[in-house]
């Protein structure tokens, strides 16, 4: 009976392992009738949801991002799994959680063998080509699967000319120029060449607007005399840290704090002009690409994707930078542009992410997603063709000792509610209506009437965690400095929350 039993669970994990085996290979399903769609994505870094003009940004001019989303296009409820560099990217190419492609800071390379989606379009006769930033652990910028042409340069790069360069191709390049220019003149260089009965996938990864913010020559100072207005939550005060963790008002006399940035006196509000500045460049460089595809004539047969691989805290709750699960670090500029498939002027308020990129990519293609991607395609979305679409989205960021100031956290995001709960840590858990409350300053997790809503998401969190196999906590050997230092002239440690307290 036994030795019934012990055969017949071989047997099992043969299959599973098969059929995992299976999954993991380069094997896909066609879409009956399809046409391969010719696709450039454009990736920025650090980019919030709310910098692009058309948004009503008080000072910021993006004409090119403004044509995309009046020719297509405006996802705005669009955001990432992991707000953090790697995690994100490697969820874009893989359509996982950062739980499942294991990529969960930006110290440690992405497991070997791990399929990246443009390895299917290569497969099937696309041209491809990668350029500007991988920045997908370690500081390696070697040609990675699935791209035929490959421009890159280690870890985040330099905005101006540095000596390490470019890899392009494998081979070590000089640089010649302003980091945003040069990407964009290698992407132009390679449509250029393009065999255009072929199609293609392009692409284009920026350094920009990643901090140290080094705008273009031609841009600096641009913003110099412009009043930038503090957000409504970056005050020390009582009201804007009622019902806050205690965690998030230590963090504001820290590392990503506004009384110690980056363990300096950096200004705030004179950074975030240079960031406005930098993103000039970003913007110049896809009005390049969009004439470079018109000039082509497949402009309005391509469709281009433009995101952020995560937002950035400009003072939101005393904060700087990104990692936590509020809005301006986890929500990102998302649009779509393609004349052919879908009428421009739209705005789509569903929940898109950075895992539906990959899906989505694949059936542009005229591929099924692999039952791996936790991701879903939003390409019958943006088409009116789809009404079912996901209910909640979940976020997950794991500590770093890097970064000992953001504990571990989980979000399930929805249309109207956002949970956030935090692992190995002493503190409180975070409720928001987020259609009456959008900038997070209400926490109603201890008011009774929302008991049963609280109950509900972190049912839906944990049945996602365990729908997608994150029922644990990946862990990796410490790797670079520990930025957990304070100053004395900051705010003191924050108290614990009242409900906490007994007589």
């Given at each position: 009976m036994l030795r019934t039993g012990i055969f017949s669970l071989v047997i099992a994990l043969t299959g599973l392992i098969s059929s995992v085996q299976a999954d993991q290979s380069l094997e896909l399903e066609k879409i009956d009738g399809?046409?391969?769609?010719?696709?450039?994505?454009?990736?920025?870094?650090?980019?919030r949801y709310d910098a692009m003009e058309f948004l009503g940004h008080p000072f910021l001019e993006t004409p090119n991002l403004n044509r995309i989303a009046n020719e297509g296009i405006h996802f705005s409820s669009g955001y990432v799994t992991t707000s953090l560099c790697s995690p994100s990217r490697a969820s874009i190419l893989t359509g996982q959680y950062?739980?499942?492609?294991?990529?969960?800071?930006?110290?440690?390379?992405?497991?070997?063998?791990?399929?990246?989606?443009?390895?299917?379009?290569?497969?099937?006769?696309y041209q491809t080509g990668f350029f500007g930033k991988w920045h997908m652990g370690g500081?390696?910028?070697?040609?990675?699967?699935?791209?035929?042409?490959?421009?890159?340069?280690?870890?985040?790069?330099?905005?101006?000319?540095?000596?390490?360069?470019?890899?392009?191709?494998?081979?070590?390049?000089?640089?010649?120029?302003?980091?945003?220019?040069?990407?964009?003149?290698?992407?132009?260089?390679w449509m250029d060449g393009l065999d255009p009965d072929r199609p293609f996938f392009g692409y284009v990864s920026h350094k920009a607007v990643h901090a140290e913010f080094l705008p273009a020559e031609r841009h600096r100072g641009k913003y110099a005399d412009i009043d930038v207005k503090a957000p409504i939550t970056q005050a020390d005060s009582?009201?804007?840290?009622?019902?806050?963790?205690?965690?998030?008002?230590?963090?504001?006399?820290?590392?990503?704090?506004?009384?110690?940035p980056y363990h300096s006196k950096l200004d705030v509000e004179e950074y975030y002009k240079r960031y406005c500045e930098t993103l000039l460049g970003v913007d110049e460089n896809v009005g390049r690409l969009l004439d470079a595809l018109e000039k082509r004539g497949v402009l309005d047969e391509t469709l281009i994707i433009y995101m952020g691989d995560n937002g950035f805290c400009f003072?939101?709750?005393?904060?700087?930078?990104?990692?936590?699960?509020?809005?301006?670090?986890?929500?990102?500029?998302?649009?779509?542009?393609?004349?052919?498939?879908?009428k421009g002027g739209q705005e789509i308020d569903k929940v898109v992410a950075n895992i539906d990129i990959a899906p989505t990519v694949l059936e542009a293609a005229g591929l099924k997603a692999p039952r791996r991607m936790d991701g879903s395609s939003f390409y019958k979305l943006m088409q009116g063709k789809q009404d079912k679409w996901r209910d909640v989205l979940l976020y997950e960021y794991y500590w770093e000792r890097n970064f000992?100031?953001?504990?571990?956290?989980?979000?399930?995001?929805?249309?109207?509610?956002?949970?956030?709960?935090?692992?190995?840590?002493?503190?409180?858990?975070?409720?928001?209506?987020?259609?009456?409350?959008?900038?997070?300053?209400?926490?109603?997790?201890?008011?009774?009437?929302?008991?049963?809503?609280?109950?509900?998401?972190?049912?839906?969190?944990?049945?996602?965690?365990?729908?997608?196999?994150?029922?644990?906590?990946?862990?990796?050997?410490?790797?670079?400095?520990?930025?957990?230092?304070?100053?004395?002239?900051?705010?003191e440690a924050g108290d614990f929350a009242e409900e906490l307290y007994r007589d």
């Open positions: 399809a046409k391969p769609r010719n696709v450039l994505f454009i990736l920025t870094d650090d980019h950062a739980h499942n492609h294991r990529v969960i800071d930006n110290n440690n390379a992405v497991k070997e063998g791990t399929i990246f989606f443009p390895q299917y379009l290569q497969k099937i006769g500081h390696s910028d070697d040609p990675r699967p699935g791209f035929d042409r490959w421009v890159s340069f280690r870890g985040q790069g330099h905005y101006a000319p540095h000596p390490s360069g470019l890899n392009v191709d494998g081979k070590r390049v000089k640089r010649e120029g302003y980091i945003t220019d040069e990407i964009t003149d290698y992407a132009l260089d009582e009201e804007n840290y009622k019902g806050k963790p205690r965690w998030v008002k230590d963090q504001r006399n820290s590392w990503h704090g506004v009384d110690y003072g939101e709750h005393g904060l700087i930078d990104k990692r936590t699960a509020y809005e301006a670090s986890m929500r990102v500029p998302f649009l779509a542009r393609c004349p052919d498939l879908f000992p100031q953001t504990p571990t956290m989980f979000a399930i995001r929805t249309d109207e509610y956002k949970l956030i709960t935090y692992q190995g840590i002493w503190d409180i858990d975070e409720l928001y209506n987020m259609k009456e409350d959008p900038y997070e300053q209400h926490n109603l997790i201890f008011e009774s009437q929302f008991e049963p809503v609280a109950k509900k998401l972190k049912q839906k969190l944990f049945d996602e965690l365990e729908r997608t196999g994150g029922m644990y906590m990946p862990l990796y050997p410490h790797k670079g400095r520990q930025q957990n230092l304070r100053t004395r002239s900051g705010s």
